[in-house]
């Protein structure tokens, strides 16, 4: 089992920026792909952005290109991501998520970010 737990998550204006993080303990051996997902009032859960353990390669919604950037520190086991020029259409509560490579899907319990206009 992997536990995984953000931090970070509050309110920004318009405009502004915010970091989340996300620590994983457990079996964080087995973790290939740590990533971040999303899911707003009355929406479906999307992915926001991810990135590989092996070759830190990184993948992002297009909706958050340019302003959002996933980055991983495997000796901490942790994720970060920093999102810049925060708009309100970004509020929603963020997951962090780990797949294992056995394709074993953890999640976190989700942070709450609300960008107010």
């Known amino acids: 089992q992997v536990q995984l737990v953000e931090s970070g998550g509050g309110l920004v204006q318009a405009g502004g920026s915010l970091a989340l993080s996300c620590a994983a303990s457990?079996?964080?051996?087995?973790?290939?792909?740590m990533g971040w997902y999303r899911q707003a009032l009355g929406k479906q859960r999307e992915l926001v952005a991810a990135i590989t353990s092996s070759d830190r390669s990184t993948n992002y919604t297009d909706s958050v290109k340019g302003r959002f950037t996933i980055s991983r520190d495997n000796a901490k086991n942790t994720v970060y991501l920093q999102m810049n020029s925060l708009k309100p259409e970004d509020t929603a509560v963020y997951y962090c998520?780990?797949?294992?490579?056995?394709?074993?899907?953890?999640w976190g319990k989700g942070t709450l970010v609300t960008v107010s206009s």
């Open positions: 998520n780990a797949r294992s490579y056995y394709a074993m899907d953890y």
């Open positions: 457990g079996r964080v051996f087995s973790i290939d792909t």
